[in-house]
């Protein structure tokens, strides 16, 4: 089992950058593929960004492609989301979740793990 949580949210203007963490604690780090997902309110959690155990292979939602980056720290147990250029579309909470498996999936359904969210407000 793995506790996550993140931090790193708050409220930044349109344009603007936020770097989000999720800190993890439990079994290995390296036993779990990593992804960062949003909900607005009124609408479904989706994905937003996903990591391999290495780091080696990520992907992307296309609306955050070339503005997001996601990557993972073995040696501290956390992973970080890099939000640039920031859209009042981006408004939401943002979770971090944990598949124990190697390799990523895109679906919320294919993670064993969330943590509580973090809320990224972004005003235009």
């Known amino acids: 089992q793995v506790q996550l949580v993140e931090s790193g949210g708050g409220l930044v203007q349109a344009g603007g950058s936020l770097n989000l963490s999720c800190a993890a604690s439990g079994r290995t780090f390296t036993s779990y593929a990593m992804g960062w997902f949003r909900q607005a309110p009124g609408k479904e959690r989706e994905f937003v960004a996903a990591?391999?155990?290495?780091?080696?292979?990520?992907s992307y939602t296309d609306s955050v492609k070339g503005r997001f980056t996601i990557s993972r720290d073995n040696a501290k147990n956390t992973m970080y989301l890099q939000m640039n250029s920031l859209k009042a579309e981006d408004t939401a909470l943002y979770y971090c979740a944990a598949r124990s498996s190697t390799y990523y999936y895109t679906a919320p359904k294919n993670y064993d793990y969330w943590g509580q969210g973090t809320q990224v407000t972004v005003s235009s």
């Open positions: 990591i391999n155990w290495s780091g080696a292979r990520t």
